[in-house]
């Protein structure tokens, strides 16, 4: 599998132990990113059909909730692959973060 | 009205993957264009309709280039060794058709020059019909119909056949490989020039045959030309036909 891109990582975060749909994947990546990654319909779904492609998400049926759900959307949910490839991921990037910590935040200061 | 424009965009994406997501995709654009709306931020629609745009651009453009790397990989890398041999004999079969136009062929090897353009015929329809990017009856039926007849041809040409069973062959061979050549026309992954030079020359070269009276051996007229520039046709047919099954990849679409 090839590395996983900055984008593909934050539909994965967005979409995280829930089921979302397009809409609300385009919503929560914005918002864990600070809106600094605004993701269009083209973004959305180039994305999740990578993502279907390599196994790390799946489709779902379930429906979280029942009073908010529109039936023509689609719902998305991470894999048992797609859990482990984000744990790897934050693992590395948490190694990064540390490893800069101890100057990094002495220069910010 | 937007709607309906961003459907129209959507054309911009490759079929399978339009199939797949199109509908969500929209959905998603008029939940984006409502939001923008709904904020009142001055130029809300115009930016979202800007950034829309833009992405649009990117990903149709990665889509169509992920799925162009798709069907490279789908290829084998080079035909078949069959679809060689088999080429190969197309090739010899419109060479040794050509050479009666360049050498005089002695009598004696006349009914073997034919069996040979025969066999080179038949040899390029049974590439044809191995190759997956042939699919469907009608590319069956033509090149079944043709096998068939080239073989009846080289049979009475190694048997030294003649009279109105010669006469209905040769209208035979002749008919069989235009209607062959026309239906390779429209069929994808070869060359259209060696069905074009099939099809054109044999509608000729049909008109050489003696009994139809078009012909004279005494007074030429024009369809003495016509039908011995059909038949250059058709030997260059065959070899254009030959070099490609021999030579170009099958275009297989992948699974989506």
Redesign the interface.
Known sequence: MEAISQTAFHVLVAIGPEERH??GI?QEVARITNGAT?????????T??RLLDDGLIEESDERPDRDLDDQ???YYRLTGVGRTVVAKEVARLDSLVESARPWAMESAE | MSERIYRALLRLYPADFRHRFGEDMVQLFSDKLRDARASRAPWGTAAAWLAMLGDVATTAASERLRRNRHVAHSMPTTPPIEARVLGLAGVVGGAVLLTAFVIDVPSGLNALRIALFNFGAIAVAIALLRRRDQPGLIPLIAGALLIGVSAWHAVMALANIHGDVLFATDVALWLATAGFGVIQLVQPGLSRWGALALSVGSALAVTGIDRLGLVSATSPTIFNSLSQAGIVMVGIGWVVMGIDVATRREVVQPVA
Do not use: D, E, F
């Not at chain 1, 605004?38 to 180039?46: A, D, Q």
């Open positions: 397009g809409y385009m605004r993701l269009g319909p083209g973004g959305v779904y180039t999740i059909r023509r959307r689609r």
